[in-house]
Structures are given as structure tokens and as C-alpha cells.
């Protein structure tokens, strides 16, 4: 026997004694589950005859409610520790199957012996020997493991930096209690394990990284420092990855104070959201708040007008069918020009110009326009617009209360008494019974009876009145948006395009569209008007795919979330929007005054094998930077078809042989939903297909046919990009990069007559070329 072999029998009989003593760990923690589960069941039964309900007296009131409190107290006390029992037990469960994933020997400075250190998805503490058997990845001292070389080391403990030497370095892997790979390595992490890795099938689900965090990565998981973290990175150079893993660091450092619902994370559509949603339970973690733009603008807006998606603007442009005068729009719309034009307008309109809705009841005014407007400009100017609004708001209520008791004396609210329900008729009766207002058992007194009802009667129907005031809906907010297009806007220095903009956007207004590009600025000024919806409770915001954010947007965000830190991720040679933030994140700095705002720049990327990355960099005019993971495959295939039939025939040819080579998810990329759909139904005879047009729509396993604009942020085995002859236009660079990167091992590109320019312009020696 060698004496590595000798090695991983020891090894393997370390783990064999963690698990055991996992396994005791959890038997002991089931039966403890068991009796709080028992505990919880008790009290809630129990839970009115242990407490004496006495309400003779005010006293008497006082104790009683003193002891339904220590009873509640009680219950969410064993509540909140069997949660928590019960969390610990599925982690363990966990670490049964793989205890952990590397070691460390590390010797600190001034100790005779090294420290070893096992590093695993959580930790576990033994009672007897009062031993950690397993250190959290998260643990100070296991940043040793990602950061250091052998040699000098050092890591940041609570107390202070612990300087020292780094002996071993161990990696594993460990499937059902049993090591079926060991490694020893010099390099940070080295690229043994993660060859291994990165070979695997894609799956539906996104893993977590944490055996093979790169140093770099690290140093975005961990940090810190900055309340503002912008990460640029090369497509598959593991941003989404180190998001996440930074969102499990952030919740076990701060475990005290930051729960998972203090920290929300920007997607860009609903089925990434769904493709990212495994990683933090995997890691025994709680999922954070997932959401994308979109929705928060379909909450604020979907009322009150049809509001267009970005993938509905995103179709209409690549269709062709939108000209430059749109495009110009968008640019602008999502500029700072734009954003500080708006907030130099609410300086105006705090003097003069906001323009209000006449408030009506029963199609007659009750409130006027004018009367409003004025009310509003008596108030202090000093004032913030919000705060004067709010006051505005309170005062038209006022009003209203008024109008509201003139109108119980009309005629429609004797007719609407005279129609109530007997049903409402005696709910009234018995609460007011219950108030205490009268003695007998019926409305004996007539006058008072009318009284009642009437008020009812006309409370109910000024209810919407009163709720659509406290929505500010007093605001003609669509006027005041429109008076920005009446003005002449610096940024926009060519008038005919400005004045073909103004003009499309009033007829978009008037017909109760609101384009997508329009939506954000709207709502901002919406905002800026009658004050944000601000959540303060949020210590975290994460944007990922922040190319495609506008500034506008990251504005937005910033106002929503007043005390978040951000951490921005994107990639600017991924920008497939008309308004993404094409030229620099460094804008951002100035645009949100965050503390110590921090840019890092990742360029390696792991989701391609080499080939397929050297053949994607070349689409870009400056893929220089990108440095793959040396992991080998074939060259990427540009095939070219006489016509749209061989193209079909081709490319169930080529997915069956992918399939035959147990390729498990298998992407045919269109440029847009109408060609996914048109494809579609020409494959659907040939092969099992499925089609994922619809941001809704979950990842699945198996062959599918998807729109560009979907596929971003997402991986597959293999890709085929249909029909590449389409991305014609410079514009459509960034995206036919986009939709290349998604592959990671296989990818042909397919196309009809000439391909397009981006790859006309790449060194033949990048790919194979099929005639
Ligand atoms: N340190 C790592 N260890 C193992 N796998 C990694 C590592 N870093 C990244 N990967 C893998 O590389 C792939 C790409 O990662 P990820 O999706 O996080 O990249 P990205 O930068 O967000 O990509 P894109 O911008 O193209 O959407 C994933 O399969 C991920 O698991």
C-alpha cells in the first residue's frame, strides 16, 4: 500500500467517525424535535385554560392580559427553537452524506502543531471533545483555504489578523459518506477538482461553489468594506455564483442581526429567479427576497395602465419594426440627462405647475381641480413637494368627510336603505348592538336607525373615493408626465428626433400605453412627487445582469432601499438592451454616494471549455481580457445551409447526436420569441422538444427552444444558435455574444447564406467550418 493509499484509508476513517457522530447528533435532535413538535401541540390546545381570563375589573383586565402574553411568549419561544432544531437537523442530514469538502493544516504563529481544519457547508461542534469536526466555509478562518498558497499565511479573525503557515492543502470529494477523490494542492484551489466540476452536465438548477471558490471570487464574497460593490466580469466568470455565496456569507456573519428577508435580489426574469432559487438551501440557507424590476413597475403601474415588458420592447426592436427615433427615445429616456431633468422639474413644479384631478362623487365635483391646486400652493413652500402632498391628501379627505355627511341626506341614499340586504341589515344591527348603542333588540328608535344607515350607506360609497386619494390618483400624474414633453430637453440636441419622440410619447400616454422605456422615469417622477415607497428594513440589494439596468433605474433602486449596501453584477459585453449601461459602471459611483465604493474585475471564466470561449471572445471587439479555464473540448461549428428546410434537418441531426452523448439540457437559441415559436412547430414532429418563450415559464431538462433575450444569465450543455445569419446589425453584437456564451461544451451556429459580420470577422482557426 502506498502511502498516499495509507492517506485516504485515514481519511476515509475520519469521516466515517464524523458521520457516526452526526448521526448521533441528529438522532439526538429528532427525539428533542419530536417532544417540541409534542410541546407546541400541547400549549396550543392548552393554550386559553392556562390563562385565567378575568376582565371584572381593570385590574383584573390587566393580569389577564399579561398572561395571554406569557402564553404567546411562551409558544413562539419553543416555536422559534424548534425552527431552528429543525434547520440544524436537515444541515446535518446534509453533512451525513458529505461531511466536507477540504482541509487545511495551518500552524499558527508562536503554536508548535498545525491546526487541522475541515471545511464543510456548515459546522460541527462536538460537545465531548469540544472539537469543531467541521468548520463553516464562512468561518474567519477557513478564508485561509481560498485565499493562501502553501507558505505564509494570514486570515482576519475578529480579534485581529492571525499570521502563519500553511502546511496542507486537501481537497475532496465525498458522496455517500465515501471519499471518491482526494487531492492535494499547492495552488489556492487547485484545478483538479475544479476540472472536475466544470466537466459535468448543466443542470436545471444552479450549484453552489464552495469547494472551489476562486481567490478572487472571494474576495467578492467576503467583502465588506464597501456599501457599494460593483463586479464586471466576463460572461461565466462565475458573478451569479459569487452573488449567491456572498448572500450565505452575509447571513452567517451577521446571523444576529440579518435575516434572509433583509436582503433582495434583482433578476433579470422570473425563470432565472427560479434556476438560482436551489443554491442557498443547498447551502442550509434561507432563499433571499427574489424579484425582478419589472415586477416592482407592474405593481406600482399594471393598474392604471397597459405597461409594456422589456422582452415585448426587446421583440419589437429586434423585429424590425421600430426606428430610430425609438431608439433615440430609449437612449434618452434611461439617461442622467433625463433623470436630472426630472428632478430640476419637480424643483419647478414646487412652485408652480402640478396639475391635478377634479374629485368627483356621483359623476358631480366635490373637489376641483383648482381648489386643489390651490390648496397645495398656500402651503409652505419650504415644504417638501411629498410632504405638501401628504398635507394636500389629509386636507381633501377633510373636504370629503364634509361632502359625505351633505349626501346623507339625498334622496339615492333613502333609496339605497330601502334596498339593503337583510343579511347587511342585521351585521349592522348586531355591531352596533355590540358597541353598545342600544339596549333593546331592534332599531325601536326611527330617527336614530335612519341615522345609522345613512352614514353606512354613504360611507360605503364614498370608499373608493376616499381609497383613491390616498393613492395620491388627485394627481393627474399622467399630465405631469406629459409636460416633459413639451419642453425642450438638453440631451436631446437633434429637434426633429426630440420632437418625433414628444409625439409618440403623447400619443402612447393618451392611449393608456405606457412604453417600457417610459415606465421607469414615470414612475420616478410619480415618486419624487408623493414621496418613495422606501423599505429601510432591506441591508442588502443585489442586482445581477446590472448591464441591462438603466441609470435610471440603479437611481430607483438606490431611493428604494435608502440603507441597503449594493452589490452591482454585470457584464457591459452582454449590454442587449437599447438603454443598458453600455460605457462604464464607473458612472455609478457618482450616481449613488455610496461609502467607499469598490469596482472589481473578474476575467476568467469557467462556464466554456477553452475552445468555445477563444471562438466567443473573438465576437467581441475587445475580448482580450477574457482568459479561459483550461478545460478542453471541441471546436465550436459554424454550419452553413442552402435554406431554411436543410437547416431544420441539420439541426435535428445535430441535437440527436448531443443527446446520444448524453448531453441533458439542450438549447436551440432564435433571436426572438416569434422565431422560437415558428421553429417550434417545424421541430416539434422531429424531436422532443419544449418550448420557453415566456419568462414564466421554469427551466426544464431536455432539449429547448428559446428567444435570446431569455437565454441570458442561463447555461446548457450544449447550444445551437439558429439561424445566425439574423444578427446583422452592430447593435446585435453584444447579444449574438450572449446567446454563444451560454454553451458549455458544445455550440454550432448555424446559418443561411452569409453569416453575420461578428463572425466573418473571427480567426477561422476558432471554429469548424461545415459547408
Ligand atoms: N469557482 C467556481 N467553481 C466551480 N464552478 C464555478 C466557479 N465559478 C463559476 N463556476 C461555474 O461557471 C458557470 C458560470 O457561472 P455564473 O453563471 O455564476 O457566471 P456569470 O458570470 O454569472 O455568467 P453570465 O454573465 O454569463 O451569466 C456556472 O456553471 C458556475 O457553476
Known amino acids: 500500500m502506498t502511502t498516499w493509499n495509507r492517506e485516504q484509508e485515514r481519511e476515509q476513517k475520519r469521516v466515517d467517525e464524523v458521520v457516526q457522530n452526526l448521526s448521533q447528533a441528529t438522532d439526538h435532535l429528532q427525539s428533542h424535535l419530536g417532544g417540541k413538535k409534542a410541546d407546541v401541540v400541547q400549549i396550543r390546545k392548552d393554550f386559553w385554560s392556562d390563562v385565567t381570563v378575568n376582565l371584572d375589573d381593570p385590574d383584573d383586565a390587566i393580569e389577564t392580559a399579561a398572561s395571554i402574553k406569557q402564553q404567546a411568549e411562551l409558544l413562539s419561544e419553543i416555536e422559534r427553537s424548534h425552527t431552528s432544531a429543525e434547520a440544524q437537523f436537515k444541515t446535518y442530514e446534509k453533512l451525513k452524506n458529505s461531511p466536507y469538502f477540504g482541509r487545511i493544516d495551518f500552524k499558527e504563529e508562536g503554536e508548535s502543531e498545525p491546526e487541522k481544519v475541515y471545511l464543510g457547508i456548515a459546522s460541527f461542534y462536538d460537545e465531548e471533545t469540544l472539537t469543531f469536526l467541521v468548520h463553516d466555509w464562512r468561518a474567519p478562518i477557513s478564508s485561509l483555504y481560498y485565499d493562501h498558497s502553501l507558505g505564509e499565511a494570514q486570515y482576519r479573525a475578529p480579534g485581529g489578523v492571525i499570521q502563519g503557515d500553511l502546511d496542507l492543502k486537501r481537497q475532496f470529494i465525498i458522496k455517500n459518506a465515501k471519499i471518491e ?253 355590540k358597541r353598545n348603542k342600544y339596549r333593546d333588540d331592534s332599531f325601536n328608535d326611527l330617527a336614530s336607525e335612519q341615522k345609522v344607515l345613512s352614514a353606512y350607506i354613504t360611507r360605503l360609497a364614498f370608499k373608493p373615493v376616499r381609497e383613491a386619494i390616498e393613492n395620491f390618483d388627485f394627481l393627474d400624474m399622467k399630465g405631469i408626465y406629459a409636460k416633459l414633453f413639451q419642453m425642450n430637453q438638453k440631451g436631446m440636441t ?147 445551409l442552402n435554406d431554411d428546410a436543410c437547416l431544420i434537418e441539420e439541426l435535428e441531426s445535430t441535437v440527436q447526436k448531443w443527446k446520444n452523448d448524453n448531453h441533458d439540457t439542450i438549447a436551440i437559441i432564435c433571436r426572438t420569441a416569434k422565431e422560437s415559436y415558428a421553429v417550434y412547430e417545424k421541430m416539434k414532429t422531429r424531436l422532443d422538444v419544449k418550448l420557453m418563450a415566456n419568462e414564466n415559464t421554469a427551466f426544464q431538462k431536455g432539449t429547448i427552444i428559446i428567444p435570446s433575450y431569455l437565454a441570458k444569465g442561463i447555461e446548457f450543455d450544449a447550444v445551437a444558435i439558429y439561424n445566425a445569419s439574423a444578427y446583422q446589425n452592430e447593435r446585435e453584437r453584444k447579444l449574438f455574444y450572449t446567446v454563444c456564451t451560454r454553451a458549455m461544451h458544445e455550440l454550432s451556429v448555424f446559418y443561411i447564406g452569409e453569416p453575420c459580420p461578428f463572425i466573418k470577422e473571427a480567426s477561422k482557426e476558432l471554429y469548424e467550418e461545415v459547408k
Open 494 to 640: 437633434d429637434y426633429r428626433t426630440w420632437n418625433e419622440v414628444c409625439k409618440n410619447t403623447l400619443y402612447n400616454l393618451k392611449q393608456n400605453f405606457l412604453s417600457n422605456e417610459d415606465a421607469t422615469p414615470f414612475l420616478y417622477l410619480k415618486e419624487l412627487v408623493i414621496g418613495f415607497q422606501s423599505n429601510a428594513a432591506v441591508r442588502h440589494v443585489f442586482i445581477d445582469e446590472a448591464q441591462d439596468f438603466s441609470p435610471f433605474q440603479f437611481a430607483f433602486i438606490q431611493r428604494i432601499f435608502p440603507r441597503a449596501n449594493l452589490t452591482i453584477l454585470g457584464d457591459l459585453n452582454q449590454s442587449i438592451y437599447a438603454h443598458s449601461s453600455d460605457n462604464s459602471f464607473g458612472m455609478l459611483e457618482s450616481l449613488l454616494d455610496k461609502k467607499n465604493p469598490e469596482i472589481i474585475t473578474l476575467t476568467r471564466s469557467y462556464r466554456s471549455t477553452k475552445e468555445i470561449v477563444e471562438f466567443t471572445k473573438s465576437i467581441l471587439q475587445d475580448g482580450g481580457e477574457i482568459i479561459p479555464f483550461n478545460r478542453s473540448g471541441e471546436k465550436p461549428a459554424v454550419v452553413k
Open 181 to 433: 477523490g482526494m487531492f492535494d494542492t499547492g495552488e489556492a484551489i487547485g484545478d483538479e477538482l475544479l476540472q472536475q466540476v466544470l466537466g459535468k452536465q448543466a443542470n436545471t438548477q444552479m450549484k453552489s461553489i464552495v469547494a472551489t471558490i476562486q481567490k478572487e471570487q472571494n474576495a467578492i464574497i467576503r467583502n465588506t468594506s464597501s456599501d457599494l460593490l460593483i463586479v464586471q466580469g466576463a460572461a461565466g466568470c462565475g458573478k451569479t455564483s459569487a452573488a449567491l455565496q456572498r448572500v450565505a456569507y452575509l447571513l452567517y456573519r451577521d446571523r444576529e442581526t440579518l435575516q434572509s428577508q433583509h436582503v433582495v435580489l434583482f433578476s433579470p426574469n422570473n425563470m432565472f429567479n427560479s434556476y438560482v432559487a436551489n443554491v442557498l438551501p443547498e447551502l442550509g440557507e434561507e432563499n433571499m427576497e427574489q424579484t425582478t424590476f419589472q415586477a416592482y413597475i407592474n405593481h406600482h403601474l399594471a393598474d392604471q395602465f397597459l405597461v409594456e415588458t422589456p422582452f415585448e420592447q426587446m421583440e419589437e426592436l429586434l423585429s424590425g419594426s421600430s426606428d430610430s427615433v425609438r431608439l433615440e427615445g430609449i437612449r434618452f429616456k434611461a439617461s442622467v440627462d433625463f433623470l436630472k431633468a426630472i428632478q430640476k422639474y419637480v424643483d419647478q413644479l414646487s412652485v408652480s405647475g402640478l396639475m391635478f384631478n377634479d374629485i368627483k362623487f356621483r359623476e358631480k365635483t366635490v373637489i376641483s381641480a383648482k381648489q386643489i391646486r390651490e390648496f397645495f400652493y398656500t402651503l409652505d413652500k419650504n415644504e417638501t413637494v411629498p410632504y405638501r402632498m401628504k398635507n394636500t391628501a389629509h386636507w381633501i379627505l377633510e373636504e370629503l368627510k364634509k361632502a359625505e355627511r351633505r349626501e346623507r341626506k339625498k334622496p339615492w341614499v333613502e333609496k339605497e336603505i330601502q334596498l339593503l340586504d337583510q343579511h347587511v341589515y342585521t351585521k349592522l344591527y348586531e355591531q352596533l348592538q
